[in-house]
């Protein structure tokens, strides 16, 4: 039995069963890696072996103490390098933090690690999470499991590559423009973007303070809403954290559409899409319609305005949150300087990337006097109005359907030779984040090239379980994905 082929809410199963034990499944994700890793490079850090093992281990004795009961007790996880890890080098796939090991966990990781599962190691990214392509790595491109000669998308690339060629049985990935979605759609793995705030930030390496947030990815809707229910908590450590009563996400798996009134904008599928990606995500439509559901065109209006304020407002917030990385307090310093200044000056020319560098400098472009009104202030009324537009969209429909990419997976070096094409990537995808709305994005289909489509469906704040229930529904009739 191939223990990583198996979903994580069926490992769990069999080793809650007592079929197979932690430690075996710990070793077969560890044999796995050093099978593929060196091909895909989706780990920025696996831990030592004898750690992992030694935690398996552990896990074991409490399940079969019973004092692990929960669904992923046992279960291997990888976790995006953006989220602190305590003593375990968390580097934001950076050369700034290429040896900072911090002193706690983000939350999100405690809450799996109380739940018994079992970390693997910390995932390739875009740095500091500023890119859509997994290619602004310092240690390296992720390359796509199914086409090694294209990206897996971005920024949480290393951890949809890792699920998508059974490196992991789930990983954590952070959104902040698309970065669970996008990947997941290039990958042919399940991803979910919870509402904002419902998983708490604490620990998790900041871009957009206002837009992150932390989700899951694994290979089925099933698996997402049993992660879901782990990792979401109110956290007093972090204000946006969200009180919310309704996390028994697992109870909206249900095979059962009827009457669901689904949305199709017509914004989303003009030019730019890709005939193929088109064709697919219809295809996904009509089953949801055959199933009962009522589908509708509308109108979804500032689509256009989107990309610009999002990159208005997360430049401006990034700016504000890389400061911090000054070669002072931690992280890279430069070895020769003169004064403070040069020191400040020097030690960020050398530890940023180049698009990381870009957004910085448009971030602080944005907030400088003189430009604050004219583009900052501006993008958050934008923000504020596309808001509105899906509280009005939501009046009639349960859920939005619509693409997760206009195309699928482009080859590696073609998006990031041309940042504003890298950027127009994203078009499905940000207005979600502007709004702090929750998306799920499963695959539907294959180009002719064998790349995954994804389908993206959309969900008013607090309503995860409407998304899952349709993409529940949808998986079923489409049946197992072929990896």
């Known amino acids: 039995m191939d223990l990583m082929s198996l ?7 069999k080793i809650k069963s007592g079929e197979v034990t932690a430690v075996e499944a710990a070793k077969a994700a560890l044999d ?3 099978e593929m890793d060196d091909r895909i490079n989706s780990y920025v850090t696996v831990l030592d072996e004898d750690v992992i093992l030694a935690r398996a281990s552990e896990v074991q004795k409490q399940i079969e103490a019973g004092t692990l009961t929960g669904a992923l007790a046992g279960v291997p996880v990888a976790i995006k390098d953006n989220m602190c890890t305590e003593g375990i080098r968390t580097t934001c796939s950076s050369k700034m933090l290429e040896h900072f090991k911090p002193t706690f966990s983000s939350e999100a990781v405690r809450n799996l690690e109380k739940a ?3 970390m693997i190691g910390k995932t390739n990214m875009d740095e500091f999470a500023m890119g859509s392509t997994t290619e602004t790595s310092a240690y390296g491109e992720t390359r796509n499991p199914y086409n090694k000669e294209h990206v897996p998308g971005g920024s949480s690339g290393g951890s949809c590559a890792a699920v998508a060629a059974e490196e992991c049985s789930f990983a954590l990935g952070s959104d902040t423009g698309g970065s669970i979605r996008q990947p997941s759609s290039f990958c042919g793995v399940t991803g979910m973007k919870p509402t904002y705030g419902t998983v708490s930030r604490y620990g998790l390496i900041a871009y957009g303070s206002s837009l992150d947030q932390i989700g899951p990815i694994a290979k089925d809707v099933t698996d997402c809403a049993a992660i879901l229910e782990i990792i979401s908590s109110y956290d007093k450590k972090d204000s946006t954290s969200v009180k919310r009563e309704d996390t028994d996400f697992t109870s909206a798996l249900t095979e059962d559409v009827k009457g669901m009134k689904i949305g199709v904008p017509r914004d989303y599928f003009g030019e730019g899409l890709d005939v193929q990606v088109k064709d697919a995500i219809m295809k996904a439509a009509k089953v949801l319609e055959s199933k009962g559901a009522v589908l509708e065109e509308f109108d979804l209006s500032l689509v256009e305005y989107a990309i610009p304020a999002y990159y208005v407002i997360a430049s401006a917030e990034a700016s504000s949150n890389l400061s911090r990385f000054d070669g002072v307090k931690y992280g890279y310093r430069t070895d020769e300087y003169e004064g403070l200044h040069n020191m400040y000056k020097k030690t960020r020319s050398e530890g940023f990337g180049a698009e990381v560098k870009r957004r910085i400098m448009l971030g602080s472009f944005v907030l400088s006097s003189g430009y604050y009104d004219a583009y900052y202030l501006k993008a958050l009324r934008t923000k504020a109005l596309i808001k509105k537009a899906f509280d009005k969209a939501f009046e009639k429909y ?20 041309d940042p504003i094409k890298m950027y127009l990537g994203d078009i499905y995808t940000i207005s979600v984040n502007l709004a702090g709305l929750p998306g799920i994005t499963l695959p539907c289909g294959m180009d002719d090239r064998g790349l995954p489509i994804g389908v993206q469906l959309i969900g ?7 998304i899952i229930r349709a993409a529940y529904s949808y998986e079923c009739s489409r049946g197992e994905w072929r990896r």
Request: glycine fraction near 8%.
């Open 460 to 466: 008013d704040c607090f309503q995860e379980k409407k």
């Open 32 to 34: 796995k890696i050093k």
């Open 7 to 13: 979903t994580a809410v069926e490992l769990g199963k």
């Open 116 to 118: 018994g599962a079992v």
């Open 398 to 417: 349960d859920v939005i359907l619509s693409p997760a990419a206009p195309t699928t997976a482009p080859k590696l070096g073609e998006s990031l030779s």
